[in-house]
Structure formats: structure tokens, C-alpha cells
């Protein structure tokens, strides 16, 4: 056991390095270029970039017309990913997108809705054209080959799985994620909305989106 003299000795040793330590960092600061703006300036962190949504295509539209994302730039989109043989959830976007349009007056002239099947075996241009004119005049339905949509619905992250169906005549149905895309006028993702939104609350969104 060590007596007290060693003890009070190794005591006063101790503070003696610490503050030969503390007189050395304080020297540092003052002296040292650059250490007080090192030591005391907040760490900034800056985030940029953009949400991994959306991007170019080229595609069909109801009329026969090969369009490409480029074609629509200068105007929002409204995209919307489905098919035409979907019994609920489809219609019932495209009936809340067209009410939300006719509900905005003249600012809906600045957004331009896609309907892009995730179906392209049925949902051929002629197929497309029949089902677009139940919604919205300017609604533009899209198509392409299998390999096309699924690039495109992979830009989106949208979710696509062919499911067997013994009710349909075509013996499947298309399962998919059900959500609405507001794309900018230089094509960047802007905002997305869930069918069960309400036509009030989608109008009021898309109006102080697009200005």
C-alpha cells in the first residue's frame, strides 16, 4: 500500500499534466492558424439531390403516336400506372385525377395526364383509346412492348406481378402499387398522392404545386 506522502506526490503530479495539457491546447488555439475555426465552427451538413423517381421513356399513346418523356417537357404530369381491364382501383384514380382537373379551371392546362398500362399484351393503342375517352378528354393513355413497361415502371419503383386469375378471360390480372405521380415540367419528380386522397385535397395540392 502506498503511504501517504507517495500518494499526495502522484496526486500533484496528475494535476500538473493536466494542466500542462490545458495550457497547451489553449496555446494552440491562439497561436495556430486556422485550429479556433477547426475546434469551434458547427460541422455543416448539406444534402442534395433528388428523389430516384421517374425518368425518360419512350412509348405508344392511344392514338398509335410514339411519344417520349421529352415531348411533354414545359408541362406537369400527372402519371398513373394500371390497366384497362383493372375492375376498382384504376377507375376510381382516373375518376378522382379528372375531377381534380375540372375542379382546378385554368390552371389544369398546365398538367397533362398519363395513364400508363401496366398490361401491354391487352392493352394495345385501340384498346387504350376506347378506355381513356370514360375519364378525362385530355388524358393520354400509353402503351408499349413488355420489355418498354417494364423499364419505365422500374423508373417509377412502381410494383407489378402478373397474377394468375381463373375469372378473367385472359386467365390473369396485373397486381400493382396504386399511386399518383406530379412530375415537373423539366420531368423531375415533384410530389405523389394515394387514390384515397379526395378530389377537394388533390385539387388544392396540384393547384399550389403548379403555381
Known amino acids: 500500500m502506498a503511504s501517504p506522502v507517495v500518494s499526495a506526490a502522484r496526486a500533484r503530479l496528475a494535476l500538473f499534466l493536466a494542466a500542462g495539457l490545458a495550457l497547451g491546447a489553449l496555446a494552440a488555439v491562439v497561436l495556430v492558424p486556422n485550429v479556433r475555426e477547426r475546434l469551434f465552427t458547427p460541422l455543416k451538413i448539406s444534402s442534395v439531390g433528388r428523389a430516384l423517381v421517374g425518368g425518360p421513356f419512350t412509348l405508344t399513346d392511344h392514338t398509335g403516336k410514339r411519344v417520349s418523356d421529352t415531348d411533354f417537357r414545359g408541362k406537369f404530369l400527372l402519371v398513373v400506372f394500371g390497366f384497362t381491364f383493372c375492375p376498382d382501383v384504376c377507375p376510381s384514380e382516373l375518376q378522382l385525377i379528372s375531377a ?23 392493352d394495345t393503342p385501340g384498346q387504350l383509346a376506347t378506355y381513356v375517352k370514360s375519364f378525362h ?18 423508373e417509377y419503383r412502381v410494383y407489378v406481378r402478373k397474377a394468375p386469375d381463373p375469372k378473367s378471360t385472359a386467365g390473369y390480372s396485373m397486381d400493382h402499387s396504386a399511386l399518383i405521380y406530379l412530375m415537373g415540367p423539366d420531368g423531375a419528380y415533384l410530389a ?20
Open 137 to 154: 378528354p385530355r388524358l393520354i393513355g400509353l402503351t408499349g412492348t413488355p420489355s418498354e413497361i417494364e423499364a419505365v415502371a422500374k
Open 100 to 122: 381534380a382537373l375540372d375542379a382546378l379551371g385554368p390552371k389544369a392546362e398546365r398538367i397533362v395526364p398519363l395513364f400508363i398500362t401496366i398490361d401491354p399484351e391487352r
Open 192 to 211: 405523389h398522392f394515394t387514390p384515397g386522397i379526395g378530389v377537394e385535397t388533390l385539387g388544392q395540392r396540384l393547384s399550389g404545386l403548379v403555381g
